[in-house]
């Protein structure tokens, strides 16, 4: 009993020592781009949008050393589902969230496109070494394709009055520090879901579907709610969006890339298919949004509860049995 205990105290506390590292690991990073001389447009569209995904790619990086990569797969997994489920249902009972043309134009195909790759690459429910080099590979076009494409529309990102202070020596100390936090942060995280599967009596990967990814995706929804509430009523749906893209690119793959997994097939028939189908529920509600309301095209509170009733039904299709 005390080492479930000890376990409960490591993954919360490396859920905590998460959040704060990404913070000063992005904030550190930004500030050491304006000082060599990048623009704000590129810094918010691959350093931050990187950063905010820092902790679910250490996650997926130190499980797949520890040869259990399961977690990490289930953490994008069930991340993507929080981050459209909670994070955007939730959003969106707050104030309703204005669908922007330019999504369909260019980061819901995006999405799709990502969503059928990993699909194909979980159907025999293993991600192979090659698979994962393969996703891991398109995120440097990816970025660069983002970047040329927002720079022919409006895209510029408000300036962060406290990363424009920080002295070169402060943004590296920052940096330094937030990276160490973020690389501790994920050993003890990843030590306590372990010890707490097997104290459980469940898999890797359910507890990577669950407790690793709702803590990771806290970041999301404070940035989300916190958009919502100062009247960035347009970034909290783009940022999930970008943010889903990345989990399925990067998180998922990279455990793949270090060495092959074989997992539960349930993976592909059972937490696959239900993070497509709420994937595809909100390409649905955005794409009907924009045809009938092209100049007023809203999400608002009853998607928000559709969306909150789907993530709480996948909880009972896991554990369920």
Avoid at 97 to 105: E, I
Avoid at 260 to 274: G, H, K, P, T
Wanted: contains cysteine; charged residues 10%.
């Amino acid at each position: 009993m005390p080492e479930v205990w000890l376990a409960v105290l490591a993954v919360c506390g490396g859920v905590a020592g998460l959040v704060w590292s990404a913070d000063r690991f992005v904030a550190g990073s930004a500030a050491i781009a304006l000082h060599l001389g990048l623009s704000k447009l590129v810094i918010g569209l691959t350093i931050v949008s990187l950063g905010t995904s820092a902790p679910e790619l250490m996650v997926a990086a130190s499980s797949a050393l520890k040869g259990a990569g399961e977690i990490g797969v289930g953490n994008a997994l069930g991340s993507n589902l929080a981050n459209i489920g909670l994070v955007l249902g939730a959003t969106a009972l707050v104030a309703p969230l204005p669908a922007q043309p330019h999504l369909l134009r260019h980061e819901v195909p995006t999405l799709l496109v990502v969503t059928g790759l990993a699909g194909l690459a979980l159907a025999d429910g293993r991600l192979s070494q090659v698979e994962g080099l393969v996703l891991l590979a398109l995120v440097p076009p990816l970025l660069w394709l983002t970047v040329r494409y927002k720079k022919r529309y409006d895209g510029v990102e408000e300036e962060d009055v406290e990363i424009q202070q920080y002295t070169m020596a402060r943004a590296f100390a920052w940096f330094a520090l937030g990276l160490a936090a973020l690389l501790a942060s994920s050993e003890i995280l990843v030590w306590g879901a372990r010890h707490l599967a097997l104290a459980a009596g469940v898999s890797p990967l359910v507890i990577g579907l669950t407790v690793v990814a709702l803590g990771t995706s806290l970041p999301e929804l404070a940035a989300s709610l916190a958009s919502v509430l100062r009247g960035h009523f347009d970034l909290a749906l783009g940022n999930i969006i970008g943010s889903n893209i990345l989990n399925l690119l990067a998180v998922m793959a990279l455990p793949g890339a270090i060495a092959s997994i074989q997992m539960e097939i349930e993976v592909f028939s059972r937490d696959y298919l239900a993070m497509l189908a709420i994937t595809l529920l909100l390409v649905t509600a955005v794409s009907s949004s924009l045809w009938y309301n092209p100049g007023q095209a809203r999400l608002g509170r009853p998607l928000g509860i559709l969306l909150l009733a789907s993530y709480i039904g996948y909880y009972w299709l896991l554990f369920r049995g």
